[in-house]
């Protein structure tokens, strides 16, 4: 599989502020050196720096160059999440629609707007969704919503937005927000209000932790052969996404981060996980999805560029 990328500035300065930060990140050892790094540097120029990344000639993602998250992961560490960019190659022309839930700035969104008829996508901070809007509410294939995805249409819920991390956003738990932290109130979407029925649709699902609800809310489009893309967070020893999957009659779960192999066990899930800080991507749908077996046959033709 192949992964080009072309970058380009807001300015002479974000070139600058560019090259002085890829320099800096090869110093750093630590995963919270490189938020620092980024922060601290960000302080020294203006915040509107920003890097625009095609990826594959797509459509541009909008990076600001005080992201520690973005600037790492993106542009330091290139390329992001190729496991997922297989899965939506694997499922281009098999289903029409893709849904980014828990878009976040739209990396996915945009990356997706080329290769499917249509794009939904869902984001619940309101400073995340103004920069999602920002990468990809032109694109004229992409839907929008400001919305949490859980169970259920409708509902009110509280929204966490970590100052440590906007991709660390999440539904507020048990637990207090920290100091910095701020909250939001968010409406919330099921998966099946944006399924239309009888189309199996490709779903990233990313809601850090509302994940069992928000598979619960996505029943029928499941039984439609949609297919998910869900993370399993290697700080999470009970795999409680997967072990919420395994647990639904026919549906199988697949690891996809080298090809595409079976999870038939949480134990087999748990032996993939070895990075606690590391978000991992798994595939699952019922066993009769007509998209899963085309996604598995995507999967498995050799020499395809990507």
């Not at 072309?6 to 995963?31: E, N």
């Not at 920069?131 to 294939?141: F, H, S, T, W």
């Not at 929204?159 to 909250?183: I, K, P, V, W, Y």
Request: glycine share 10%.
């Amino acid at each position: 599989m192949t992964h080009t990328h072309d970058i380009s500035f807001s300015s002479p300065a974000a070139r600058l502020q560019y090259l002085l930060l890829m320099g800096l990140f090869r110093l750093a050892v630590t995963r919270g050196l490189y938020g620092r790094f980024a922060r601290g540097l960000g302080r020294m120029f203006s915040p509107e720096n920003a890097v625009f990344l095609r990826v594959n000639g797509g459509a541009p993602f909008r990076i600001s160059l005080n992201d520690g998250y973005w600037t790492r992961f993106a542009l330091y560490r290139f390329p992001y999440e190729p496991e997922v960019a297989a899965a939506l190659y694997a499922a281009r022309g098999r289903t029409p629609l893709f849904c980014d839930l828990g878009a976040n700035k739209g990396y996915w969104t945009t990356q997706a707007a080329g290769k499917f008829e249509r794009v939904i996508a869902v984001e619940a901070s309101a400073n995340t969704y103004a920069a999602l809007d920002q990468n990809a509410g032109k694109l004229p294939n992409v839907t929008l919503h400001r919305a949490a995805i859980h169970a259920r249409s409708g509902e009110t819920l509280t929204f966490l937005n970590t100052h440590l991390s906007h991709a660390s956003a999440r539904l507020l738990g048990a637990e207090d927000a920290g100091h910095g932290d701020q909250t939001e109130t968010v409406t919330t979407l099921a998966i099946n209000d944006l399924v239309p029925a009888g189309t199996a649709a490709l779903i990233k699902l990313d809601v850090e932790g509302a994940e069992v609800a928000a598979i619960d809310g996505a029943a029928r489009a499941l039984r439609d052969g949609s297919v998910l893309i869900y993370e399993d967070h290697g700080n999470d020893p009970a795999c409680t996404p997967s072990a919420h999957l395994l647990g639904l009659d026919e549906m199988c779960v697949f690891a996809i981060e080298d090809g595409i192999a079976a999870m038939p066990s949480i134990n087999a899930i748990r032996a993939l996980k070895t990075d606690p800080y590391k978000g991992y991507n798994f595939l699952a749908a019922r066993a009769g999805s007509p998209l899963l077996a085309a996604m598995i046959e995507g999967f498995a033709m050799p020499g395809q560029s990507r």
